[in-house]
């Protein structure tokens, strides 16, 4: 084992998990184009409006609420399951590249129940079905189907109408916020940035933690690369290497998510890097107090 090795595994990781990011976020794009469109179609074209171009406060365009939800359950039929699959492809994928990175440090029957294990461990929290379908009601099941984006449609619908708003003004606005404007991202994207987006990285860590665990590793280079975004904790950690002890003591002041795990959630909301566990004969490399841990 040489650090080539090593530094190479670690770079295959983070373009892996930026790339399928990438995907998504181009989905994600394409989705929100279509639920503007469908939201302008089934809500906002179809509210009375007065001759001065108001949208008017009646019975019936408060009925038009109503086909809010239609909208969101149409797309959830549609979109939404083509974001759910392109999520659980992803998921696999950072799965089965965790077995291939930790076959480097061990023999293939070694690795095999540590992975049957994992792929449990993984199908149990993600709410998964033993052909990578996603369960109704299961973790990845409600984060995609969260109602987040759809109450703040439904809350501009109701402002729109009690406030007898412009309709062209109220259509601007929610072009706003389902695709944003003046560079700000939409809702939908901003939801799946602040929760989806992280359950890649999540799956990762988790996955990678239950490897180290069963393989007795205790050393893990903090890695991903900085951009500029990356902030101050992730600057100082990046491309340095850990013992157990260390990162459990890791506490981010900036961004720290609420039952604050270093294992998974590193340096919080939207963190973008990774464990790269490795045995003590590998962490000499980087380290010259290994032997001290023990």
């Not at 090795?5 to 990781?13: C, F």
């Not at 930026?18 to 976020?25: M, R």
């Not at 759910?84 to 089965?96: C, R, W």
């Not at 294990?117 to 149990?124: D, P, Y």
Request: charge should be positive.
């Amino acid at each position: 084992m040489n650090k080539k090795i090593i530094r190479s595994n670690m770079v295959k990781r983070t373009h892996l998990i930026d790339g399928l990011l990438s995907i998504l976020e181009r989905r994600v794009k394409k989705a929100e184009r279509l639920l503007l469109e469908e939201l302008v179609e089934g809500f906002v074209d179809k509210l009375q409006v007065t001759e001065g171009g108001q949208v008017r406060n009646t019975l019936h365009n408060k009925r038009m609420m109503a086909s809010i939800d239609d909208v969101f359950d149409d797309f959830a039929r549609t979109a939404g399951v083509e974001l759910a699959k392109t999520v659980t492809e992803a998921i696999t994928k950072i799965i089965n590249f965790n077995g291939q990175y930790y076959r480097t440090f061990t023999t293939q029957a070694a690795l095999l129940p540590i992975s049957t294990t994992v792929k449990e461990f993984m199908s149990s929290w993600l709410g998964l079905t033993k052909d990578g379908k996603v369960k109704p009601n299961g973790y990845l099941d409600t984060l995609i189907k969260d109602t987040t984006v759809k109450n703040y449609v439904k809350d501009f619908g109701m402002r729109a109408v009690i406030g007898q708003r412009g309709w062209m003004e109220s259509k601007k606005e929610l072009k706003n916020i389902i695709v944003g404007a003046k560079g700000k991202t939409g809702r939908l994207r901003q939801y799946y940035r602040n929760f989806v987006y992280d359950t890649y990285s999540h799956v990762d860590r988790a996955t990678a933690e239950v490897y180290a665990e069963k393989m007795g590793l205790n050393f893990a280079i903090y890695e991903g690369g900085i951009i500029k975004t990356t902030r101050t904790f992730c600057r100082e950690r990046n491309g340095k290497t850990f013992h157990r002890s260390e990162i459990e003591k890791f506490d981010p002041k900036v961004a720290k998510p609420p039952n604050y795990n270093p294992m998974t959630d590193l340096g919080g909301y939207g963190c973008r890097h990774h464990l790269n566990w490795i045995p003590d004969t590998a962490a000499r490399l980087y380290r010259d107090d290994v032997d001290s841990f023990k």
